[in-house]
Nanobody, 126 residues
């Protein structure tokens, strides 16, 4: 079983930065994948970024490439989402997600992830 506990988020002005954290309880070996998704009211959960713990491979949505960075700290069993140059359209509830069996073609599909964090609000004010 995997549990994900998120922290970070909050209110920031346009162009500012925030870092989200997600502490993972349980093994992160093998094909373990951790992703970040975001959701605004009335919309489906949107893929942001995913990281494969074996090898540290990263994948990003086009909308955040060059601005967001997903990374992991194995010693702390924690995955991070560093968000720079934030824009009002980045405002959303951000969720950490994890799975042990996903293949690359499924990394962007929220319904394929088995484990989810509690969500954290990110608000970018203009």
């Amino acid at each position: 079983q995997v549990q994900l506990v998120q922290s970070g988020g909050g209110l920031v002005q346009v162009g500012g930065s925030l870092r989200l954290s997600c502490v993972v309880s349980g093994s992160t070996f093998g094909r373990f994948v951790t992703g970040w998704f975001r959701q605004t009211p009335g919309k489906e959960r949107e893929f942001v970024a995913t990281l494969r713990w074996d090898g540290g491979y990263t994948y990003y949505a086009d909308s955040v490439k060059g601005r967001f960075t997903i990374s992991r700290d194995r010693a702390k069993n924690t995955v991070y989402l560093q968000m720079n140059s934030l824009q009002p359209e980045d405002t959303a509830v951000y969720y950490c997600a994890a799975d042990r069996t996903l293949i690359q073609s499924s990394f962007g599909l929220a319904e394929q992830y088995d484990f989810w964090g509690q969500g954290t609000q990110v608000t970018v004010s203009s």
